[in-house]
């Protein structure tokens, strides 16, 4: 038995520790039967989460939001004999039960779990206490920490590239690990980006990817409602030049794919045969004219653009999603 309590901004390190402590304790063959969650139960139910009975089939994780318990504004209050029920309850878990008790805390909330409060001074005593706080990007620890993010993601990242990162998408381990995995695509089958790679392939904390595959998908609301949020980051002449380089790279792609395959075509552009299959896959339903076309339309506007004849640029972007052709 080992009672854990996790709290913290950070909650996609929060999820990779519970997938940890779920693959060293429990069966595989039983983890449906043996992993549990609860989101603040009543008090009654919480003793009896804790009462429980192992099963047959070996240890058991249990994780229980209890944030209602940690919140000293409208959160849930207790008594002294219930307290001392906690109490019990907590020295009397069963051998094969390990529970998490987890406290998340928004990543825009101002705030730390308080220690004052009874409920966490019980429940800090009886557990192992595992802080994951939001690093602001000066920490010192931050760039080690992307540097083992990229080797569990298979990519060698060196301190270049992590300042890089750090400067380019923050501190936000979900979106540095979103990052990580579409680099890992995009530099196969080499393993170690440059910084320049990281210049091109990561972006802001909005995916600038999801633009160009909804662009390209034809799929024009959600297309729009990307932009919107990527021209909070980023100027709308950047976001159509990388527009333009993609449309040029399919239209270089569609012509190959006249005369020949996957195969030959990675090694006549340099590119990876199985991206190639993505790509040829992504334009599979467009014709060779139309995207010379729609990339007619990328250069008239950048040109519109840059010498000051559209009204505003971002609205200038938007009108070429919209004019997309199914």
Do not use: W
């Not at 940890?20 to 069966?27: G, Q």
């Not at 101002?110 to 409920?119: G, Q, V």
């Not at 010192?140 to 569990?152: A, R, W």
């Not at 990388?242 to 794919?257: A, C, D, H």
Request: glycine share 4%.
């Amino acid at each position: 038995m080992t009672l854990y309590l996790f709290h913290g901004q950070e909650e996609f390190l929060i999820e990779k520790d519970i997938g940890k402590l779920k693959n060293k304790l429990l069966d595989k063959s039983f983890i449906s039967m043996n992993y549990k969650t609860y989101s603040n139960p009543k008090f009654t139910d919480l003793i009896d989460i804790l009462s429980t009975q192992p099963m047959m089939f070996g240890n058991s994780l249990i994780v229980i939001n209890c944030e209602n318990y940690f919140e000293s504004k409208g959160g849930i209050s207790l008594d002294d004999k219930q307290f001392s029920q906690l109490e019990k309850a907590l020295a009397n878990v069963p051998e094969q039960i390990n529970i998490i008790f987890l406290y998340k805390i928004d990543r825009n909330a101002n705030k730390k779990i308080d220690t004052r409060k009874k409920f966490y001074k019980i429940i800090s005593a009886a557990c192992e206490v595992r802080e994951f706080k939001q690093l602001p990007t000066y920490d010192k620890t931050l760039p080690t920490i992307i540097t083992k993010l990229g080797k569990e993601n298979d990519v060698e990242i060196t301190t270049d590239c992590a300042a890089k990162i750090i400067e380019m998408l923050g501190s936000n381990m979900r979106v540095i690990d979103n990052e990580l995995k579409k680099l890992k695509l995009y530099i196969y089958p080499n393993s170690k980006p440059s910084v320049r790679d990281i210049e091109q392939i990561c972006t802001s904390t909005q995916d600038i990817f999801k633009l160009v595959d909804y662009f390209v998908l034809g799929e024009k609301d959600v297309a729009v409602k990307e932009l919107n949020m990527l021209t909070q980051t980023q100027h709308p002449l950047q976001i159509l030049a990388l527009l333009q380089g993609t449309i040029s790279r399919f239209i270089n792609l569609k012509l190959l794919s006249r005369d020949m395959n996957a195969l030959e075509i990675s090694k006549k552009v340099g590119m990876h045969e199985y991206r190639v299959k993505l790509e040829l896959e992504k334009i599979r339903g467009y014709k060779y004219d139309d995207l010379l076309q729609l990339k007619k339309k990328l250069v008239e506007t950048e040109y519109k653009m840059k010498s000051g004849q559209v009204y505003s640029d971002q609205l200038a972007v938007e009108q070429i999603i919209l004019s997309r052709t199914e």
